[in-house]
Every structure is written in C-alpha cells, then in structure tokens.
C-alpha cells in the first residue's frame, strides 16, 4: 500500500490505512532529524521544485530540508522573481519545470483548485502545500503526527478547532482527517468566520469558546487571515480576542495537560496569549519538527520507494 494517486491534492484521497502509513513512515524520518548527520541517499537523483506563489516561511522550508536531507536535488521557484511576472500561465510555468526534470512539484497557490489543475497538466507528481481556502493536506498530517506521537491515536479524542473556520484551508483538512481516524471534531468561532453546512461533514459547531474547551483532548488555534478578508467579519481585533483569544483562564476548562496547537505564525496576543503559547503544554514547535518528518514521508512515498 502507498500513495497510489499521481498527485496529493487534499486529505479526502487519503483513507485510514494510507494516513496510518504516512505517519508510521513518519515516525522512522525523524529519526534522521534527530541524528548529528541529516541526510540520507534515499532520493539521490530526484529533484523536487518548490513553487510557491504565496508566502511561507515553514511549509517551504520544511519540504526544502526533507528534499535535502534525503540528498533529492531542491529548487525554489521564487513566483515574484519569475517569468510569473511577465504573465506567464501555471500551466506554462509547470510544463518547463516539468521539461527540466522535475519528478515533483510542491504547489502553493491563493486560488483553491490551482494544485489540482497543474497537476491534470503534468506526469510530474505535485503536491498541494497550501491553495486558497480549499486543502493544506501536509498541514493535517503533521498536525495529526503531533496528537498520535503524544496521546496515541485518535479514537474518541475532542479535539477543538477555534478562530477563522471560512478562510482556513487547516481547518478543513483537519476535520477531514481527525474524522477518518476517529476524533470528534468541534469547529468554533465568531458566526460570521463559521460557513454553513459543516454538520453535514462530520463536525460540530459552536460559536461559544467555552463550550468548544470543555473537556478537550486537543485545541488547534487558527490565525485570523487579514490579507484573505475582503469585509469586516467582527468590530475590532480587540473585541475577537476578548470572545476568541486562549488564555490561561479558558485554557483550565479544557482537560488536564491537553494538547495545544497551531499551524502558525501565531498572533500573540490576538488568538493566542504569549503566555499560553509558551508554555509546556504548546505542542507548537514540536509541530514543525513534524513538518520536516512529513514531508520526508511524502516525498519517500511518492518518489523512492520502487525497488529502493
Ligand atoms: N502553517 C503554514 O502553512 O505556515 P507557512 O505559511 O509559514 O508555510
């Protein structure tokens, strides 16, 4: 059993058994993190292309050093210094990494549906890192490695997902996800920052912080994504984190050492408080060792394992 679809596009292609394979494999990638000398043969020869058309600091790192730590050969395609510029099309774009050699691409793009296209373009593989509103698949994994490697496995857990629900590509594909290992997942924010019809994919709804914490395995906090707001969706910053912010107060309703997460950058002080974030039971940092570890794992699936 592996990946078989050419392309990871979102988390609805992956069943209990392939998200149980990942992160086993991820497991043993750590490994390699954790040693004096990173780096491994396994993906001499390949060559993956990072093409991120909007921000990153840690997807794009992440899949950078996994390439790298497994000796692939690694190229950032920067779309602000690109022939993008000059109007050049995805599928353009994608066809001359594709005529170089690229075996696989790592999308990120602001329209939902982009990583999905290049891929329909392409007999390269493409992974979707990020598009638009839509899927951030390697974000559930490493989130999802985080609650396996720390409260062993996922049946029955409460795990709470608080903030901006309607922009959050993270928040989609981790209801996805923890619902086909078994979770229960509670999506949680302002009404207006809560699309309808998320019921009918497994979750349940509130709009009260308080209820969302009672008794929670496993709070995953969501930035509030200014630059993809066109509206207000509530007065002022400062009335969100009065009803949304995690603080230590909120924080002791949910269950004794339950885990704290998020996808970052964090916004202290808006959804998160410093003192919140830095404590034990943030899960933070340890997210992102897991990002290196997962997308080693992808890379590894989707790459290196025939006859290696
Ligand atoms: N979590 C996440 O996707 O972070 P970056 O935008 O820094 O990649």
Sequence with gaps: MGIESKDLLSMEQLDCGQVSLILQTAKEME????????????????????????????TRTSFELAGKYMSADVININTTASS???GESLKDTGKTLEAMGADIVVIRHGMAGAPKMLGSYLKSRVINAGDGFHAHPTQALLDMMTIKENLDGFQGLKVAIIGDILHSRVARS??????TMGANVWLCGPPTLIPP??????????YNMEEALEG???????????ERQKTG??????EYSQLYELDRRRLALARKNCLILHPGPINRGVEISGEVADSIQSYINEQVTHGVAVRMALLYLMLGQKGE
């Design 31 to 58: 490994k390699i993190i954790r040693r004096d000398i990173k780096k491994v043969p396994t993906l001499r020869g390949k060559s993956v292309v990072n093409l991120f058309y909007e921000p990153s600091t840690r």
């Design 84 to 86: 993008v510029v000059k």
């Design 174 to 179: 981790n209801l996805k996800g923890l619902t």
């Design 197 to 206: 019809g998320l019921e009918r994919l497994g979750a349940r709804v509130t």
């Design 216 to 226: 929670a395995d496993v709070v995953i906090m969501l930035r509030i994504q200014l």
């Design 233 to 238: 969706f509530f007065p002022s910053i400062r």
